[in-house]
DNA sequence: AAATGAATGTAGCACTCGCTACAAGGGCTT
DNA sequence: AAGCCCTTGTAGCGAGTGCTACATTCATTT
């Protein structure tokens, strides 16, 4: 067995390890542990546990793209409130918590300024922007400005989630709805 | 020198180090250093690092309300865009930079249900909400949504600024703005 | 003066971390 | 069959972790 398959056999595994366990305090023994091998072969395979996350992210995020495009298939919006509508139920769906806790690992790393993880989450939040655009009413007058601004929303309500106030996401809503 | 102003003595340089490196990956040795003594007289004075880190939170805590009124004394705004762009200017302002990055700290624990940091979490948002209550006109018609409305659109952006985003949130500002 | 108790330094324990040296297996070519 | 290289297991290194046992200093109390 080559080396590009022995990852891709490992990659389920060792996503949904990182899903649940988060990647701030990762440890190579029990992730090798999740996936049936040794630290020592995840090192020999990826080289270096930074290169290891990095190839894990990727795999995490094109896994999660899927997900949403299967959750949400594509299609404009009847409306502005029916676009925040759809995208913030997808976004605030119990079903998506792994990947909010393992974004706000990202998000907190990035913070700090750890290049790799800025890049990480300047292109997710950039893709999620494209993809809200592409969702927007089609004679929207402005889809840039309104995609940004949904965004914002969404990815605030998302914390509100986050840090046990979904009350007050759920205010919030009603007030850009209403 | 009795315990309580040995802490209060250790407490700033404490707090300092906390906002600059942290407190997901912090160790005893490096803060203890910072502070001019050992981990051994930390453990001593606060009984355990999970205590201490509770401490050291409060303490940030309180130290960054009274920031936040220094920086922009109570009394309402003119208008929602105008009560919405004092807050997201204070907020998003460097000076908060190092307050921003703890917090995403905390919320990242928070998502993953570390129940210490949930507790602080919720508490910190709920004061920021009845904050912007606070700096709404007298006469809003809906000061409750409108407060849980603005605070999640200035997490958002607090949110693109970290992720290396400030123009999707510079462009949610001005579409609500305009 | 003797005794008590709080405060602190020194040294270390038991553990985990990422990573590596070494050797052995196993299939390949020559 | 001989040599070779990819792969893998075993064992361990050096550093760092929270925390503690022990001994000592020093001020206060009796």
Known sequence: MDSASQKSEWMPKLAAHALEHGITGLSLRPLARAAGTSDRMLIYHFGNKEQLIADLLAFIAADLTQNLTTA??????????????????????????????????????????????????????????????????ADDPDPEGCAAHLLVLVEGMVMMDAAGQPEVADAALAAYSG
């Open 72 to 137: 949400l298939p594509p299609g404009p919006s009847t409306s502005r409130v029916a676009c925040l509508t759809e995208v913030a139920g997808l976004m605030r769906n119990p079903a998506m918590r792994p990947y909010t806790q393992l974004w706000f690992d990202i998000l907190a790393e990035a913070a700090r300024g750890q290049s790799a993880h800025a890049q990480t989450s300047a292109a997710i939040m950039a893709g999620f922007v494209g993809w809200i655009r592409s969702r927007l009413p």
